[in-house]
T-cell receptor
């Protein structure tokens, strides 16, 4: 596709269940980011993948959160044993080989509601 | 980790210029200054970026202070569609900060008709 695609667009889950959020970056983009945005708040950095380098996981809030990127393309963010405070919009972004002067493209996000 | 400071909110009238300030006093020599904006219910979108020199594109202009410790995003003629949260971000060029994109709270711009 032309842009970053995220699925599902909306997800409602029960507390304690596991969820998987998917991100399809723009083809050829080696850098991929995950953020979350709680209602009325700014973007909170979660994790960053750059090519074959070890991912920067410094933003993951707890060990219930994990992410992987298969084949340098699609990424999946997994939240285990979801809690109500995990409710937020989860945003994915990608960019071309990263030298600090490249533009990041964002998807429309996945709105996660934990009930 | 945002490393930038912006006013929480600003207002403008339609058709008037808007100057959105950002302070980044701890900027390193290899950090690029990026601006993104987020329209309601959408993901952020890129606006402009620069390193040392002022930059212009079809969306906006970026004025960078000589010491690089501050910058200003300039919207030459605000429209109602420009109402959004504007984020000023420092993006690392190499080493431990390579590629990191840390968003602060941004500036909520309100445009009045």
């Amino acid at each position: 596709g032309a842009g970053v695609s995220q699925s599902p667009s909306n997800k409602v889950t029960e507390k304690g269940k596991d969820v998987e959020l998917r991100c399809d970056p723009i083809s050829g983009h080696t850098a991929l980011y995950w953020y979350r945005q709680s209602l009325g708040q700014g973007l909170e950095f979660l994790i960053y993948f750059q090519g074959n380098s070890a991912p920067d996981k410094s933003g993951l809030p707890s060990d219930r959160f994990s992410a992987e990127r298969t084949g340098g393309s699609v990424s999946t963010l997994t939240i285990q044993r979801t809690q109500q405070e995990d409710s937020a919009v989860y945003l994915c972004a990608s960019s071309t080989p990263d030298r600090g002067n490249t533009e990041a493209f964002f998807g429309q996000g996945t709105r996660l509601t934990v009930v | 980790d945002a490393k930038t400071t912006q006013p929480n909110s600003m207002e403008s009238n339609e058709e008037e210029p808007v100057h959105l300030p950002c302070n980044h006093s701890t900027i390193s020599g290899t950090d690029y200054i990026h601006w993104y904006r987020q329209l309601p219910s959408q993901g952020p979108e890129y606006v402009i970026h620069g390193l040392t020199s002022n930059v212009n594109n079809r969306m906006a202009s970026l004025a960078i202070a000589e010491d690089r410790k501050s910058s200003t995003l300039i919207l030459h003629r605000a429209t109602l569609r420009d109402a959004a949260v504007y984020y000023c971000i420092l993006r690392g060029h190499r080493g431990s900060t390579l590629g990191r994109l840390y968003f602060g709270r941004g500036t909520q711009l309100t445009v009045w008709p």
